[in-house]
């Protein structure tokens, strides 16, 4: 009995040693430590909770727009003469030589009932023929009426009885990036196509002074001279080119906004051609590089580096180093705007200029004056009197007309004729300034004054007199 208790007591104290030891030693290293963590909060994206998908009165109504620009969108054909060598063969059996061959195609829009129509000049240009295509497929010959090459704008005629489908012109200013519109045309020899896209971009200049309208509804050949026309059905522009290097549609598209394609047909309904309205700057479009270089803060708007004498411009007092921010309510951010604003205006017509000068905004009234007070266009040339600056600067240049611009190949390259030459006589008349050229234009056209040039005078580069004999 006495070694049962012994053994009971030997083990309930082995038992207490292994407790304590394991609480000492053992027990400590394996502590359960509650670490204060802060809670990662997730990340919310912005988004919106209303249904995205577009309600049937959401949706632009297209079709609305597109049948009342179906059946006033035409067929443009234009007809040439084609010039063969002429043969033997052709002269002993009096065989003609030239025929009548279809030389292009492209669109027309019908904008008045009496059947005016408008198409770009690219498509009829040296047309000796031009027939119309209705939507219904008849089929009218078509009057030339008048031309702007600059704007690639053509007005036509054709003779009918009948009330014509016509569309109505927009206000191509007021439209806005992102707003739907539809290009109507007769793409590939089909009558009249629609596509719809959105305006990607406004003031869109491709070749210099241009201002198109870019979208990216789908134009193909055939679709130039089409129309372009908003979710009411009102032309905003005239389809005039692509973007592309395969001559095919790829993207993008551009249009003349409908406000100077409305200008430029009433010019030629009343005066036979356009009439301009010129403010009188020189200058150039702001941007970082241009701003740095001349030292203002502005990057956007049009810096006036220059002013045409007696123009709308210098009368009403707007200074070299003026930054022109606004021509009425449309904002210049580059020259596109510019220019593409004024080819709507007239002569005579008044602009509000907002320019920024040095730290102070001011608005100024500016006439706009005709181009033929500031430079007249003679035998393919573009003249100007001589700038008060270089008359004060050059005593030489008292009288005289400047040439701004020469496009006469025979006067480049055979004679010699430079921009910045400054004509002083011809066939011994004194030039004294464009309104003894005007006075010579009355007298002449340019073909007919270029076969009774016998003599030229004038002063190149370096003001050095020149005299050429063309007989």
């Known amino acids: 009995m006495k070694k049962i208790l012994t053994l009971v007591c030997v083990s309930a104290l ?8 394991y609480k000492l030693f053992v027990e400590k290293d394996h502590i359960q430590i509650a670490k204060d963590e802060k809670t990662q909060l997730p990340v919310y994206v912005p988004t919106s909770t209303s249904n995205t998908l577009l309600t049937n009165t959401e949706r632009p109504d297209l079709i609305t727009a597109a049948n009342k620009t179906i059946d006033a969108v035409v067929h443009v054909k234009n007809t040439q003469i084609n010039r063969r060598p002429q043969t033997w063969g052709d002269i002993f059996s009096n065989r003609q030589v030239e025929r009548k061959q279809l030389a292009g195609a ?24 031009i027939s119309i295509t209705l939507n219904d497929n008849k089929t009218y010959m078509a009057e030339l009426v008048g031309t702007d090459t600059k704007n690639d704008i053509a007005l036509l005629k054709i003779d009918t009885e009948d009330q014509l489908p016509f569309v109505t012109f927009g206000d191509s200013d007021a439209t806005q990036i992102g707003e739907w519109v539809l290009a109507v045309g007769n793409p590939f020899n089909l009558t009249s196509t629609v596509t719809a896209g959105i305006i990607s971009a406004k003031s869109r200049d491709l070749s210099g ?5 870019q979208t990216d509804a789908a134009v193909n050949p055939g679709n130039s001279g089409g129309a372009l026309v908003n979710v ?26 409908s ?50 004498e007696k123009s709308g411009a210098d009368l009403a007092g707007i200074s070299e180093g003026d930054i022109i921010r606004k021509l009425d309510n449309v904002e ?21 200029v907002e320019v920024l000068r040095g730290n102070d905004v001011r608005n100024i009234s500016v006439t706009l004056t005709k181009k033929e007070d500031l430079y007249v266009e003679f035998m393919n ?11 004060q600067k050059y005593p030489e240049l008292e ?20 921009e910045g030459y400054v004509i002083t006589a011809i066939n011994d008349i004194k030039v004294e300034s464009i309104e003894d050229i005007n006075a010579l234009k009355e007298q002449y056209n340019d073909e007919d004054f270029f076969k009774n040039l016998n003599k030229l005078e004038f002063l190149d580069g370096s003001l050095e007199k020149k005299e050429i004999l063309f007989r």
């Open 399 to 418: 009288k005289g007309v400047v040439i701004s611009q020469n496009r006469n190949p025979y006067f480049y390259n055979k004679v010699g004729l430079r």
């Open 232 to 257: 009411n059905g009102e032309l905003v522009g005239i389809n005039t080119a692509i973007s592309s290097q395969t001559g095919s549609y790829v993207g993008y598209s551009f249009a003349v906004p």
């Open 332 to 352: 210049i951010n580059k020259f596109s705007d510019l220019s593409g604003y004024l080819k709507t205006k007239s002569p005579n017509d008044v602009v509000n």
């Open 209 to 213: 002074g241009q201002s198109f309208i």
């Open 14 to 21: 082995g038992g207490l040693l292994t407790l304590g030891g």
């Open 381 to 391: 040339m573009q003249l100007r009197d001589i700038p008060l600056k270089a008359k």
């Open 259 to 308: 406000n100077i394609a409305r200008k430029i047909v009433e010019d030629i309904m009343e005066f036979g051609d356009v009439q301009n309205g010129i403010l009188g700057v020189t200058g150039l479009a702001l941007n970082s590089e241009a701003a740095e270089e001349l030292e203002v803060d502005i990057t956007e708007g049009f810096y006036v580096s220059g002013i045409e």
């Open 106 to 129: 492209g669109s027309g829009v019908i904008i008045s009932p009496d059947g005016h129509i408008i198409t770009n000049n690219h498509v009829i240009k040296g047309a000796v023929e």
